[in-house]
């Protein structure tokens, strides 16, 4: 029926054209009409016509690149953003939007009209309508974004940017601010109460949020005088809206300016958002907790040093007594203020840091946030253990007590987890989001001790975590495995008493193609466990090689699986040593066959994975000599140097190859060189292995630079045998 209507056809006409009543046709077409917005039908072809313009434009560049045929279409289109009827307008301004996203190089002629356009919209239009204006500048800001971050990397290269493919950044946010930003902090004061932040709930003070965020990031320090008097005008205004859009313009901004121009306001600030953190209104107090998280997370270094104890201690008090959205960002600012300790070095001289007063209160305080009855809400449980997880991560020296307190405490959560009943699948998820977020902390709290200190607990955490891979959740079992790793890191040789019962679930993982992320973590756990027990994993070797080659063969494994599993291959084998010769043919063979592998020029992503699985293969070559040389098995090898020889010359000359694949194939060279000498003095001599080798003397990466020099020495000393 909308068809027929759309090319003029009364109802007498359709009804008769369809095999329907004119009754039925009449019915129809009053739902078409009320559906639109609308009891015209001209305004209904509109809108269907403006639906397949937005539809159709990534099909019409032709018509985009003449002036006649352009003028036509944006006239038509900035027309139906004046229709009296709003799904109309709507659709209209989609089509402008996605303009700018593939046609910014064509705006230059419509830009004064677009302004005007959606400016007048942004300010008194219906919000559907108006979320669409908005939604504009915020694709320039995205546009200009690209375009400026490729201008700067070509500057960088000392290239000149190819005009045809990057056209230049005509800087027309830059030119909007003084009217832009306006307009969006005012839409900021237009917050709904109601709003929980998804999606669903999307609203003319978020999408101005955003909008300024990308303008902030745009036109960074150009930003930050058409901010401030707003944000210093209003933050402690009597009306809640303005202090609350006042608050998040400052925080939308902070991620644009230089430290230099933003840090000192972010310094004034610390203060007046400590005492809001108190404000009567909740979105106040939400807001201010979020802009506290993102000045931790961008401008830690701005922070007045005498205001961090009113700082960690402010934020301590909301973990406990605030909604579950304020004691989130609580826990997202603690996350934040703990890894500005990650890159503190001088931890390990005096002994203790700052948050070492802190430490006890922070992780009692979190742990009983965990224990939230709203803890679901809002990621509140998994905010809290995130930040458990960052501060065991920069703990000083004078707090590993503590972790050594803390450790049987969590894995006492871990095994009273077991027993939570489940009744409903809500119950399940909640279940195993818990045991997951516990085995995290388990997995920090190993990395953070020294064997010696973990053995004591090792059997009672290894019997829960082998519990926990009892259940079929996916999740869950990642984590389990990530905090098997780690013990096994810490225990070395001493974790092969827990490998009998983990084989099965091992193998159940490293068969899990479905869930490929499991089996990329299980793949990573037995190169872990193989660097561990060493030759103690050989028992266990003839399931697991057979699981990983039955993975690299099934067609429906996800690619990104592969190059783990080759490098698994090389840790084994440096793990076994000649005990790897049964299955060194089949190993080689697949190893070839990854080797032959190519990926366009032109297809960035495909060409990113090739160099992933060349960096597998040549791990794999690494281990694998290196695990023969020590076995003196060395001539088991000479059968298949040519492969190995033959990736090296293609990689010589892959000018899609990056620098790790070319620091790898440098150690390659070097390994295979030491291991069977003049056994491959033909091969060494050859100009592709100079050349990766000159490549890798040139690279500008030091630890490439002296693997070129000690493997340029090796083939040397072959050379004048």
């Known amino acids: 029926v909308l068809e027929r209507m759309t090319k003029g056809e009364s109802n007498k006409q359709i009804a008769y054209n369809l095999s329907l009543s004119e009754k039925t046709v009449k019915m129809h077409r009053g739902l078409i009409l009320e559906k639109i917005g609308t009891h015209n039908v001209a305004d209904a072809i509109r809108l269907a016509a403006a639906h397949a313009l937005r539809n159709s434009l990534l099909f019409t560049r032709k018509n985009m690149e003449n002036q006649q045929e352009r003028n036509m279409i944006m006239q038509t289109i900035c027309e139906a953003t004046q229709s009296t009827t709003m799904n109309v307008r709507e659709a209209a301004y989609e089509c402008i939007v996605q303009i700018a996203y593939q046609y910014y190089d064509k705006l230059a002629d419509y830009m004064q009209t677009l302004f005007t356009l959606t400016f ?99 036109v960074e320090d150009l930003v930050v005088p058409h901010v401030m008097p707003f944000v210093q005008q209003h933050i402690k205004s009597e009306n809640w809206r303005y202090r609350e859009a006042s608050t998040m313009t400052f925080g939308s901004i902070l991620n644009g300016p230089s430290p230099d121009v933003i840090g000192p306001f972010v310094n ?51 973990l406990l007594t605030e909604t579950p959205r304020v004691s989130t960002q609580a826990c997202f600012a603690l996350h934040n203020v703990a890894a500005a300790f990650a890159t503190d070095t001088a931890a390990q001289t005096t002994g203790t840091n700052a948050l070492s007063t802190y430490m006890p209160q922070l992780l009692q305080a979190l742990l009983q946030v965990a224990d939230r009855e709203d803890a679901d809400e809002a990621n509140l449980r998994v905010s809290a253990f995130e930040a458990v997880n960052m501060l065991i991560q920069v703990g000083a020296p004078d707090v590993r007590p503590l972790f050594l307190q803390l450790l049987p405490a969590i894995n006492d959560r871990l095994s009273k987890s077991l027993t939570i009943p489940v009744l409903t699948n809500d119950d399940r998820e909640q279940k195993e989001g818990l045991q997951g977020l516990l085995c995290g902390v388990i997995q920090v709290l190993a990395l953070s001790m020294t064997k010696e200190e973990l053995v004591p607990h090792a059997d009672a955490i290894m019997t829960n975590l082998l519990h926990v891979l009892q259940s079929k959740n996916a999740t869950c079992h990642e984590e389990v495995f990530s905090a098997t790793s780690s013990i096994a890191d810490q225990l070395e040789d001493a974790f092969e008493k827990y490998m009998s019962a983990l084989q099965p679930f091992l193998i159940m993982g490293l068969s899990n193609f479905e869930a490929y992320h499991v089996c990329i973590i299980a793949v990573g756990l037995v190169g872990d466990l193989a660097r561990s027990m060493e030759a103690k994993i050989q028992p266990y070797c003839d399931e697991i090689m057979s699981a990983l080659l039955q993975s690299l063969q099934n067609q429906s494994l996800h690619r990104s ?4 599993v080759l490098s698994a291959f090389g840790d084994i084998a440096l793990a076994i040593g000649p005990l790897f010769e049964p299955y060194l043919q089949v190993s080689l063979m697949m190893l070839f066959q990854a080797s032959q592998t190519r990926a366009p020029e032109d297809d960035d992503e495909l060409i990113e994975y090739v160099n992933s699985l060349r960096e597998g293969i040549l791990e794999a070559y690494t281990g694998i000599v290196q695990g023969l040389k020590e076995g003196n098995r060395a001539e088991l090898l000479l059968p298949y140097v040519d492969a190995i020889f033959g990736f090296l010359d293609v990689l010589s000359t892959d000018e899609t190859r990056d620098i790790d694949v070319l620091g790898k194939a440098v150690g390659v060279i070097g390994d295979v060189a030491s291991t069977l000498g003049v056994g491959v003095k033909a091969q060494m001599s050859q100009p592709y292995i100079g050349s990766l080798l000159k490549d890798g003397h040139e690279s500008g990466d030091e630890t490439i630079m002296e693997t070129a020099r000690w493997a340029n020495g090796v083939v040397q000393q072959i050379a004048a045998q």
């Open 120 to 218: 007048g919209t942004i300010k008194s239009d219906e919000e559907k309508v108006a979320l669409q204006a908005i939604e504009f500048w915020s694709t320039l800001c995205e546009e200009e974004q690209e375009l400026l971050d490729e201008e700067a990397d070509a500057k960088d290269r000392g290239d000149a940017v190819d005009a045809p493919l990057f056209p230049a950044c005509v800087r027309y946010v830059a030119a909007a601010l003084e009217h832009l930003v306006p307009l969006l902090m005012e839409t900021m004061t237009k917050q709904d109460e109601d709003a929980d932040g998804d999606d669903e709930n999307w609203n003319l003070a978020m999408a101005g949020a955003t909008c300024l965020g990308l303008v902030a990031e745009t």
């Open 561 to 564: 699986v592969k190059p783990p």
């Open 268 to 318: 004034q600030s610390i203060p007046v958002l400590l005492q809001a953190l108190a404000d009567e209104n909740v979105m106040v107090r939400d807001t201010t907790a979020w802009v506290i998280a993102r000045i931790c997370e961008l401008h830690v270094r701005a922070i007045p040093e005498e205001t961090f104890p009113t700082l960690v201690n402010g934020l301590m008090s909301k």
